[in-house]
């Protein structure tokens, strides 16, 4: 059976420390064709682990090869529309990460969340939200928390205000190599990678832990699934979830996690 990707790629976000500080919480498996994934480890430095930003120039230079990547990376790729409506900002992404990272500035040197929450550095108290404010995709999803909701176990909060400097990076630098599903369409262009949010505890407990690490793991569980349902032609319907028209408008702006059908 035709594929829509030749290659998967699964992003572990876990931790939020400065871009350029080792994480062990950062972990790269991939899978090419019908190859079991392997994990991908970073470029040789003193560092033993990846770094935030080290992984968004892995992925530019790594996309630039023309071999159509479906990515996923596990953190938020946007905001709920409360925020949106609170702040008076447009319903379009692009813009939206330009002013987040403008009030966020969690990609620069020594820079961590926290300093932005406690008003170090940037300006987050301006571009705020809400614990209670969850997407339509998390309310879906069922046990996922909100981009708002800080210290608390299981919170992807502080990986994604981490991360979504680094999205925009990718954006800039990738050129129109690069698809961020479903802010540019949810129609896939053929031969075009495409980069989405995940949430790889919906997929975890499907694969053999295999002596890996929960992050490990994690990253193992996003390139697996992401290549056997392409492999398997049910990645399409994952690809167009079953949305109202009103929903459907939403999760443009909210953004999607791929896996919920609904």
Request: include cysteine; charge should be negative; aromatic fraction near 14%.
């Amino acid at each position: 059976m035709a594929t829509t990707f030749a290659r998967y790629v699964g992003i572990d976000y876990s931790g939020a420390q400065t871009p350029s500080a080792s994480l062990k919480g950062l972990r790269v498996y991939w899978a090419n064709g019908d190859a079991a994934p392997v994990e991908v480890l970073p470029l040789a430095s003193p560092r033993k682990y990846w770094t935030r930003r080290g992984i968004a120039e892995w992925l530019v230079a790594c996309l630039a090869d023309d071999l159509p990547t479906l990515v996923g990376i596990d953190h938020g790729f946007s905001f709920p529309l409360q925020y949106f409506e609170t702040h008076r900002l447009p319903h379009e992404w692009t813009t939206f990460l330009d002013d987040y990272c403008r009030h966020w500035p969690t990609d620069e040197d020594y820079t961590y969340v926290d300093f932005v929450r406690e008003g170090a550095v940037g300006n987050g108290a301006a571009r705020s939200g809400d614990r209670r404010w969850r997407r339509l995709t998390e309310i879906r999803a069922g046990a996922a928390k909100s981009v708002f909701h800080f210290d608390v176990q299981g919170s992807v909060a502080k990986s994604t205000h981490a991360g979504l400097p680094w999205l925009r990076y990718i954006r800039q630098h990738a050129g129109g190599r690069v698809q961020f599903w479903p802010f540019d369409g949810w129609e896939i262009t053929p031969g075009r990678s495409v980069i989405c949010e995940v949430y790889p505890s919906i997929w975890n407990c499907s694969f053999p832990r295999d002596g890996r690490n929960p992050d490990q793991h994690d990253a193992y569980s996003i390139a697996a699934w992401m290549q056997k349902t392409d492999l398997n032609g049910d990645l399409a319907q994952f690809l167009n979830p079953n949305l109202t028209p009103d929903g459907r408008i939403v999760a443009e702006i909210e953004g999607w996690i791929l896996g919920v059908a609904d």
